[in-house]
């Protein structure tokens, strides 16, 4: 069987999503358990250069296919692509970013050559399994919150070739090699199809993303136990004062208190700073799951046996909204 | 033009109280309560504005236990012409793959459309995977993640949907499949004539439960009744489908669920700090000395 580990790079206008690195950088150990190769599929136009940045995390060779018609993803070709190449080589295990690019794709290629497929999972691991008594060597497990975050399961996928999985962006560690390895670039025709065009782009806008909650240093948050949008204003305030980015729960996304673009978790982003500020946060596995790796944690919430004080540094016991402006006085002071 | 709507019952994973998690850590999914999934209702809203202005027809689907029937009468309510509940035992255990299967020959049996809709996903799985698995099986294109249909023309449709740091516009041909995600639009609330009118529609396996013990209704009977009365809901097995019971349920599901672990909360190791001035001093002085703050 092949043993093959593969990573769907993805790229917007060119430029490759920090995800697809980072699942390279965690599938080069999965490849490593399994003694196979990492793989790079690289699909857009003029993305040699961007291919060749796959051998800086480890793939050792890239599978090209680079023509003008795919120069923006698009479901139909894309998918078409990509299930001609899994039909024909059978890696044992496909990896892609849970992006909106990620999960347009994967199910479609999954649905088409009857892959297993689990979506934003939180950690992937080899291991030999036992399961309805047979034993199966070498499975990936796929381990993700499910329920609500209630549980962690471990789903596998024992009797199909192709394993697929997808990621969060941040999930897995960025970790580039000291010195890239020597990989082959493997150019693949695309032969042009009908039914390819049967979806036209007519536009596309893109900002930068203005919200940079990967790369802060420190990041104070807040949840449904904030209260109120008006409530809420205190995180900007607390987040100004010491120079930290705002960010929020799903509870308090769905509230409309915060923007989705600033969610932390399992379904938002992962993050790592040194300090980590948890307002009114109950802190389901999902929360946890996207800031348990910060450095410090500070933990305010009300409810005493809150699931956050599990895994905070500091905590107090209290209503986040009086707390943060008694923070804030005394910091002011302490500047003085 | 004819839309279908896939809709789907989910447990209020929102809403978990310490009742429904059993001591072994796995869920109790018999104490939780059932509800629409909200983006379903969404695509709902967005199937019924177009019967609204371009005429047609809009016929709701849902694959899941009798009880899913609760939701296929939610969509009487809001405005669907038609339901359909899909349900069979051996559909049970099911994961995204074989319910893409189940449904796209659902859809293929009801034929004849223009548009499928569904939410983005679900909110007990949050996958996403059904949508786009059920277009490549009918064969069809997909547009995932939409916000707004912009203009339905003869043989297309353009739409806007979010892509990863904003948004762009695709016009497609139809058949098309589409998900929505929950700010497409507001759905609609029930009116009080439909849900007089709807609230006695039935599946064939209520009416079922209806003639047990009672041998004056025939089952025959009573569909027809509740045929010509136009509250009856379509009820589709596996026979009726003549699908492949190697591809349905378990058996037809890749992925399997190896470990369920109750999430254990871990000990506090924190330092309890006072919600006072005083603790508020400590703790900052600690963050400076650290270098964090200052």
Known sequence: MNKDVWVFIEQRNGKPADVSFELLSKGRKLAENLHGELKAVVIGSNVKSLAEETFRFGASEALVIDHPALEHFRTIPYSRVLIELVESHKPRIVLFGASVIGRDLAPRVASHTKSGLTADCTDLQISTVKYLKKDYEDLLLQIRPAFGGNIIATIITPEVEVQMATVREGVMRLEPLPQAVKGKITNIPYLQNEFDEVIKIIEQHRQENKVNLKGASIIVSGGYGMGSKANFKLIHDLASLIGGEVAGSRAAVDAGFVTADRQVGQTGVTVRPKLYIACGISGAIQHRAGMKESNKIIAIN??????????????????????????INVFKQKLR | ????????????????????????????????????????????????????????????????????????????????????????????????????????????????????????????????????????????????????????????????????????????????????????????????????????????????KLTEGNSLLYIDQLKEEYQSKKLYIQTLTMDDLKLDEARCGVHGSPTKVHKIESVVLAGGNHEMIAPDKAGMSILIDKLMEDHILG
């Open chain 2, 1 to 208: 033009m004819h839309s279908i709507v896939l809709v789907k019952q989910v447990p209020d994973t929102a809403n978990i109280s310490g009742q429904v998690m059993k001591e072994d850590g796995t869920v109790n999914r018999a104490k939780l309560p059932a509800i629409f999934n909200h983006e379903d209702r969404v695509a709902l809203e967005l199937a019924l504005q177009i019967k609204d202005k371009l005429g047609g027809k809009v016929t709701a689907i849902t694959m899941g236990p009798p009880r899913a029937s609760d939701v296929l009468r939610e969509c009487l309510f809001m405005g669907a012409d038609e339901a359909v509940l899909i349900s069979d035992r051996k559909f049970a255990g099911a994961d995204t793959l074989a319910t893409s299967y189940v449904l796209s020959e659902a859809i293929k049996k009801i034929g004849d459309y223009d548009f499928v809709f569904a939410g983005r996903q679900a909110i007990d799985g949050d996958t996403a995977q059904v949508g786009p698995q059920t277009a490549e099986k009918l064969g069809i294109p997909q547009i995932t993640y939409t916000e707004e249909i912009l203009e339905i023309k003869e043989n297309s449709v353009k739409i806007k949907r979010k892509i990863d740091g904003g948004y762009e516009i695709l016009e497609s041909a139809l058949p098309v499949l589409i998900t929505v995600l929950k700010d497409a639009s507001f759905p609609r609330p029930y009116k009080a004539k439909r849900i007089m009118a709807y609230k006695n529609a039935r599946t064939l396996i209520e009416l079922e």
């Open chain 1, 302 to 327: 009300t409810d005493p046996d809150a699931p956050i004080f599990g895994i905070a540094h500091y905590g107090v016991v209290g209503d986040a909204a009086q707390i943060i402006p008694m923070f």
